[in-house]
């Protein structure tokens, strides 16, 4: 089994910038395809972003796109979300996940593994 936690969250101002981290356990995270998704209060869990299990290929929703970067850091079991100019609509509890199946990666059903969540919270 694999287990994954965040860390990084916080309360922000609009503009800032934070970076999440998701640190996995067990000795497979290289074979895992990543991915961070986000849930505000009262919505459903939408998906941010996904990266390759060598990094080399990520992609992004429309809402993020040139202000968040995902990237993975194997060596450390370990995977980034950078969050740049940052809006209060980014306001959700963070969540990373883990697949070993290939595919579509945008949908929270793809993913096997969960981590517990990290708030960030963007004030204006």
């Known amino acids: 089994q694999v287990q994954l936690v965040e860390s990084g969250g916080g309360l922000v101002q609009a503009g800032d910038s934070l970076r999440l981290s998701c640190a996995a356990s067990?000795?497979?995270?290289?074979?895992?395809?990543m991915g961070w998704f986000r849930q505000a209060p009262g919505k459903e869990r939408e998906f941010v972003a996904t990266i390759s299990r060598g990094g080399g290929t990520t992609s992004y929703a429309d809402s993020v796109k040139g202000r968040f970067t995902i990237s993975r850091d194997n060596a450390k079991n370990t995977a980034y979300l950078q969050m740049n100019s940052l809006k209060p609509e980014d306001t959700a509890v963070y969540y990373c996940?883990?697949?070993?199946?290939?595919?579509?990666?945008?949908?929270?059903?793809?993913?096997?593994?969960w981590g517990q969540g990290t708030q960030v919270t963007v004030s204006s």
């Open positions: 067990g000795r497979t995270f290289s074979s895992h395809i």
């Open positions: 996940a883990g697949t070993l199946r290939g595919g579509e990666r945008s949908s929270s059903e793809a993913y096997d593994y």
